[in-house]
């Protein structure tokens, strides 16, 4: 006696282009394939880290159209016309080397897997909210899971950029005044 075969179906497969770190991706992905994999598989594009694949723990956070966003959530194919950006787009920014600098000032780094979608967010708090206290940045912290860390140091460096920022901004005002 022969096992018959095993036909499996096709794979449906469609084109998606994105604008990702200013840089156009012309991809062929399932169209089930979210945003985060296409990043990470299709792109090469691995500081977006995948977690739990809800949308619950923050590892995937990227910037669309300059707010952040779960990049595990929904489809490649409905961010196209989008602007993505990925941590890899933000070697040059000021904002972020001033976080890379306090995240390791204030030891908010241990196992790392979290700290993408970490950085993404802090950048999003310094740049939106300017005068948040302790109690602030926690809640917008809220949606970004850390299992090493506690925290403590994540909110440290957070609060580190914005008393930076903060005392810069008095201090070109008093030279303006001067």
């Known amino acids: 006696m022969s096992a018959l075969p095993i036909e499996f179906p096709a794979v449906e497969t469609t084109e998606v282009q994105l604008n990702i770190n200013d840089r156009s991706y012309q991809l062929r992905l399932q169209p089930r394939t979210h945003l985060a994999d296409a990043l990470r598989d ?63 000032a204030e030891h908010a780094l241990q196992c790392g897997y979290c700290t993408p979608g970490m950085l993404m967010t802090a950048r999003d708090i310094v740049l939106r909210l300017p005068e948040a206290d302790e109690v602030r940045v926690c809640e917008e912290l809220a949606g970004n899971l850390c299992r090493c860390t506690g925290y403590f140091g994540i909110v440290r460096a957070v609060l580190r950029v914005l008393r930076e920022r903060a005392s810069l901004v008095s201090s070109q005002e008093n030279i303006h005044a001067a």
Do not use: Y
């Not at 787009?89 to 890379?100: E, G, K």
């Open 42 to 104: 299709h792109c090469g594009l691995t500081a977006t880290h995948v977690g739990c694949e809800q949308g619950v723990c923050g590892a995937c956070t990227i910037e669309v159209d300059g707010a952040p966003q779960r990049s595990c959530l929904q489809s490649a194919k409905r961010f196209e016309g989008r602007q993505i950006r990925t941590l890899e787009a933000f070697d040059n920014d000021p904002v972020m080397a001033q976080l890379r600098a306090a995240f390791s």
